[in-house]
């Protein structure tokens, strides 16, 4: 069975302060998906990024980075400089190979003050 | 592009009466579909995945189902509402994999919910 830990409940940063939410997995498959969504107030889920167990490379897009390391069945995501809009519930999220569900991490709320 | 269509957004019903939530995708052809229920505090889960039409699976006993009449519409019913059933009710699609294979490398993209509380 799959599980993610999102071990952070809520973190509270000032705007323009680094945030980094913490997501550790465990997976007996050598073949996974890793995602991160992001929930705003509205409710609705947002994709941001998928990253599959054979590549480890770590990804920047804009003001979000993900740091994945297989050696600690770690995927973090950190938002550089971050703004009120990114004030939202984070969600991690594992697939494995041949199995149709997501197995979703508790969530992480992320409050950012102007 | 594809889109994905969930109504009502909002609903309230009494103990006992029946539901019927509704979801379309547009866009895309034979997708995999998904019924999750996020209850107050946040967890997402599972409630139904379907690769098909009259292909569905339940991941959780319960009262609610699932029906998919068309290709793109997914039916989340209960023939009878309880309490509990109060939630967040999200739809998500997927593309479907290859040759039957499951296509878990696929991210779900998911509607913008349905709140109902039962009272």
């Known amino acids: 069975a799959q599980k993610v830990t999102q071990a952070q409940t809520e973190i509270s940063v000032v705007e323009k302060e680094d945030v980094t939410l913490d997501c550790v997995y465990e997976t007996r498959d050598t073949t996974y998906y890793l995602f991160w969504y992001k929930q705003p107030p509205s409710g609705e889920l947002v994709f941001l990024i998928r990253?599959?167990?054979?590549?480890?490379q770590n990804e920047i897009s804009g003001r979000y980075s993900w740091n994945f390391q297989k050696s600690t069945s770690s995927f973090n995501f950190t938002i550089t400089a971050s703004q009120v809009v990114d004030s939202a519930v984070y969600f991690c999220a594992l697939s494995v190979a041949n199995d149709y569900k997501l197995s979703f991490g508790a969530g992480t709320t992320v409050t950012v003050r102007a | 592009s594809q889109t994905i269509h969930q109504w009502p957004a909002t609903l309230v019903q009494p103990v006992g009466s029946p539901l019927s939530l509704e979801c379309t995708v547009e866009g895309t052809s034979n997708p995999n579909l998904y019924w999750y229920r996020q209850a107050a505090g946040r967890g997402l889960q599972l409630l139904f995945y379907s690769i098909g039409i009259d292909q569905i699976s339940s991941e959780v006993p319960q009262n609610l189902s699932a029906s998919r009449p068309q290709d793109r519409q997914f039916i989340l019913s209960s023939k009878k509402l309880l309490l509990s059933d109060s939630g967040f009710y999200l739809c998500?699609?997927?593309?479907?994999?290859?040759?039957?294979?499951?296509?878990?490398?696929?991210?779900?993209?998911f509607g913008p919910g349905t709140r109902l509380t039962v009272l």
């Open positions: 990253r599959n167990s054979f590549d480890e």
């Open positions: 998500a699609w997927s593309s479907a994999g290859t040759s039957g294979s499951a296509s878990s490398y696929n991210e779900q993209f």
